[in-house]
């Protein structure tokens, strides 16, 4: 059972040769055996879950059920969940119960899924390796000396191991597609807009968008259409309607114009991480696609200008932790600004105050055109690389990550850590989607293929997936551990 | 643009985060090297390019002044550190 995919789940439930109750208790004496070495859990909820499987149970026994109705999940602890603790990863909020839903959460559970409990991540989503948790490190279930990837970090391991079937991320330079390709698993994050952030913890608001981890396309195709959607409560939610992801999922891929950046194949790739990547690319290539060389000029300025915007952006909306009306607050204030200051400095680790503090100086006075106006310039620069690109052909190719997983506490300076996300960073910045896919390894240690398209073209973007995962079974592949028996 | 211990002690304010000489010392270093990889932005050309605030270029949408949130405020207030009355309470402000 641990090893299906949702799609597999479905169609078990659907035929009644298992219920969401027994797969509920399968997976959580799972969490409960294997998850002590992986720490990809911050809140296991088996009271809610329960319920809910049992509620989904009675529902297909009326014939009521849906598509998801009954199927098991995770979701990343930045998703605000009613009477649940969401941490966000942080010392500030390890004492916040959500009093409400975020959109996401809302959608999932009317379309009966059951959440089995909060995955852990990087601090307010700021990591690329989920070293960043209050909650200490995530370990790869590849090979526990690694990382699992970060943001979303628990949320893959989480699936990697078999824990889970599939579990909700977010995606601000790109925390759900490296974890993803780290863990040897399928991430998307959606155009931003498609997915509502209501209710989402912000760190960078025109970056945030949620998505699905899971075992394949195909399912993160069934979860997309169950999470994305106007939401007028999100200002930046956009009105579109929400196509079948998997109505085109059988499309061939003949004629398919595929674009290498030549900025994704230079310097700082790994050679064998690059050797995956163009082994799978000859794939598509059997599969009749067309190959190009496309140019991203500006590829070297996302980091910049990301860390400019992000800061900035996290900077105004981590102003909202002040101690007074909820999370971490300091004993004994002497004043309100020392309330502020300490409960502040108490509650969050070093790289969100490195974070703030970027922010709040490129933001102060005599510096902001210098940097915030510059980065926005440059944003659009960056944009007009890709939309220039999709004149020419219709999905891009490069790696996920210049490397597979690196070792836990391999990088101690924050730059070089920063410079690890230099082929996901700039799709955040153009609000295009993107979706990384197994795609090999290098030794135990999985490699992702990016994917990217245009705006909204997630539709093509989840068959293009899907046709490599019918033509290979890097998708198929399971680590060691999540094999042992009890 | 070289970072100064004096300069994080100025963001660690406005940003309300404590900080004394010692840990402000310690951000010196990290903030600086953050700061000089961003300098790299000042290469780029950007002469008449517009700034991006938000990926779609959509503008903020307008709904009519209507009320359409219930009051919560006792279930919201569950999760505060303290209150008193419906009131949150903080040290005091006014002598």
């Given at each position: 059972m641990?090893d299906?995919?949702l799609?597999?789940?479905?169609?078990?439930?659907a035929?009644?040769?298992?219920?969401?109750?027994?797969?509920?208790?399968?997976?959580?004496?799972?969490?409960?055996?294997?998850?002590?070495?992986?720490?990809?859990?911050i809140?296991?909820?088996?009271?809610?879950?329960?319920?809910?499987?049992?509620?989904?149970?009675?529902?297909?026994?009326?014939?009521?059920?849906?598509p998801?109705?009954?199927?098991?999940?995770?979701?990343?602890?930045?998703?605000?969940?009613?009477?649940?603790?969401?941490?966000?990863?942080?010392?500030?909020?390890?004492?916040?119960?959500?009093?409400?839903?975020?959109?996401?959460?809302?959608?999932?559970k009317?379309?009966?899924?059951?959440?089995?409990?909060?995955?852990n991540?990087?601090?307010?989503?700021?990591?690329?390796?989920?070293?960043?948790?209050?909650?200490?490190?995530?370990?790869?279930?590849?090979?526990?000396?690694?990382?699992p990837?970060?943001?979303?970090?628990?949320?893959a391991?989480?699936?990697?191991?078999?824990?889970?079937?599939?579990?909700?991320?977010?995606?601000?330079?790109?925390?759900?597609?490296?974890?993803?390709?780290?863990?040897?698993?399928?991430?998307?994050?959606?155009?931003?807009?498609?997915?509502?952030?209501?209710?989402?913890?912000?760190?960078?608001?025109?970056?945030?968008?949620?998505?699905?981890?899971?075992?394949?396309?195909?399912?993160?195709?069934?979860?997309l259409?169950?999470?994305?959607?106007?939401?007028?409560?999100?200002?930046?939610?956009?009105?579109?309607?929400?196509?079948?992801?998997?109505?085109?999922?059988?499309?061939?891929?003949?004629?398919?114009?595929?674009?290498?950046?030549?900025e994704?194949?230079?310097?700082?790739?790994?050679?064998?991480?690059?050797?995956?990547?163009?082994?799978?690319?000859?794939?598509?290539?059997?599969?009749?696609?067309?190959?190009?060389?496309?140019?991203?000029?500006?590829?070297?300025?996302?980091?910049?200008?990301?860390?400019?915007?992000?800061?900035?952006?996290?900077?105004?909306?981590?102003?909202?932790f002040?101690?007074?009306?909820?999370?971490?607050?300091?004993?004994?204030?002497?004043?309100?600004?020392?309330?502020?200051?300490?409960?502040?400095?108490?509650?969050?680790?070093?790289?969100?105050?490195?974070?703030?503090?970027?922010?709040?100086?490129?933001?102060?006075?005599?510096?902001?055109?210098?940097?915030y106006t510059?980065?926005?310039?440059?944003?659009?620069?960056?944009?007009?690389?890709?939309?220039?690109?999709?004149?020419?052909?219709?999905?891009?190719?490069?790696?996920?990550?210049?490397?597979?997983?690196?070792?836990?506490?391999?990088?101690?300076?924050?730059?070089?850590?920063?410079?690890?996300?230099?082929?996901?960073?700039?799709?955040?910045?153009?609000?295009?989607?993107?979706i990384?896919?197994?795609?090999?390894?290098?030794?135990?240690?999985?490699?992702?293929?990016?994917?990217?398209g245009?705006?909204?073209?997630?539709?093509?973007?989840?068959?293009?997936?899907?046709?490599?995962?019918?033509?290979t079974?890097?998708?198929?592949?399971?680590?060691?551990?999540?094999?042992?028996?009890? | 643009?070289?970072?100064?211990?004096?300069?994080?002690?100025?963001?660690?304010?406005?940003?309300?985060?404590?900080?004394?000489?010692?840990?402000?010392?310690?951000y010196?270093?990290?903030?600086?090297?953050i700061?000089?990889?961003?300098?790299?932005?000042?290469?780029?050309?950007?002469?008449?390019?517009?700034?991006?605030?938000?990926?779609?270029?959509?503008?903020?949408?307008?709904?009519?002044?209507?009320?359409?949130?219930?009051?919560?405020?006792?279930?919201?207030?569950?999760?505060?550190?303290?209150?008193?009355?419906?009131?949150?309470?903080?040290?005091?402000?006014?002598?």
């Amino acid at each position: 059972m641990h090893d299906q995919t949702l799609t597999q789940l479905a169609r078990a439930l659907a035929d009644g040769e298992v219920s969401s109750r027994e797969l509920t208790q399968t997976l959580l004496g799972r969490i409960e055996r294997l998850d002590g070495r992986l720490n990809s859990f911050i809140s296991i909820t088996q009271e809610q879950a329960l319920a809910a499987a049992d509620a989904a149970d009675a529902l297909r026994a009326k014939g009521q059920a849906g598509p998801l109705t009954g199927l098991p999940l995770a979701l990343k602890d930045i998703f605000c969940t009613n009477g649940v603790k969401t941490s966000c990863g942080s010392k500030m909020l390890d004492n916040f119960i959500a009093p409400y839903d975020a959109c996401v959460v809302e959608k999932l559970k009317a379309a009966g899924t059951v959440s089995l409990g909060k995955t852990n991540m990087d601090e307010f989503a700021m990591g690329s390796s989920n070293e960043n948790s209050h909650y200490g490190p995530v370990k790869n279930p590849w090979d526990l000396d690694a990382v699992p990837g970060g943001s979303s970090g628990g949320s893959a391991a989480a699936v990697a191991a078999g824990l889970v079937p599939a579990a909700m991320g977010t995606d601000t330079g790109g925390s759900i597609r490296q974890p993803a390709a780290f863990c040897g698993i399928t991430g998307l994050k959606p155009t931003y807009g498609r997915v509502s952030r209501y209710g989402i913890i912000a760190y960078a608001s025109s970056l945030d968008q949620a998505g699905p981890m899971a075992r394949t396309a195909e399912d993160c195709a069934l979860l997309l259409g169950a999470i994305a959607g106007h939401d007028l409560r999100d200002s930046t939610s956009v009105a579109r309607g929400v196509p079948d992801y998997r109505a085109e999922l059988g499309e061939s891929l003949s004629g398919l114009k595929i674009g290498l950046p030549r900025e994704y194949f230079g310097d700082g790739l790994a050679p064998e991480v690059e050797q995956a990547v163009r082994e799978a690319i000859k794939v598509y290539e059997s599969l009749g696609a067309s190959i190009h060389e496309v140019s991203l000029p500006h590829t070297h300025y996302a980091i910049p200008a990301y860390y400019v915007i992000a800061p900035a952006e996290a900077s105004s909306n981590l102003s909202r932790f002040d101690g007074v009306r909820f999370g971490h607050r300091c004993d004994a204030p002497s004043d309100l600004i020392d309330l502020y200051k300490r409960s502040r400095d108490e509650g969050f680790g070093s790289e969100v105050k490195r974070r703030i503090l970027i922010g709040t100086h490129t933001l102060s006075e005599g510096f902001f055109d210098a940097y915030y106006t510059q980065a926005q310039k440059v944003r659009r620069l960056i944009r007009q690389d890709f939309l220039d690109a999709f004149e020419e052909v219709d999905v891009l190719m490069g790696p996920a990550s210049p490397t597979p997983a690196f070792d836990l506490g391999a990088n101690k300076d924050p730059v070089s850590m920063y410079l690890q996300d230099i082929y996901t960073i700039a799709v955040n910045l153009a609000g295009i989607p993107g979706i990384s896919v197994p795609a090999g390894f290098v030794g135990s240690r999985p490699v992702g293929l990016q994917i990217l398209g245009p705006h909204f073209a997630e539709s093509q973007l989840l068959n293009v997936a899907h046709q490599f995962q019918q033509a290979t079974d890097w998708h198929q592949r399971r680590p060691a551990l999540a094999e042992e028996s009890a | 643009m070289a970072l100064e211990p004096s300069d994080v002690m100025r963001a660690a304010h406005l940003a309300r985060l404590a900080m004394n000489d010692v840990d402000a010392a310690g951000y010196v270093d990290d903030l600086g090297r953050i700061l000089a990889m961003v300098d790299q932005l000042q290469e780029v050309d950007t002469h008449g390019v517009a700034p991006l605030a938000h990926p779609l270029d959509s503008t903020q949408r307008l709904r009519a002044d209507e009320v359409t949130e219930r009051d919560q405020r006792d279930h919201f207030q569950r999760v505060a550190p303290a209150v008193e009355n419906g009131l949150y309470l903080v040290p005091r402000v006014v002598e």
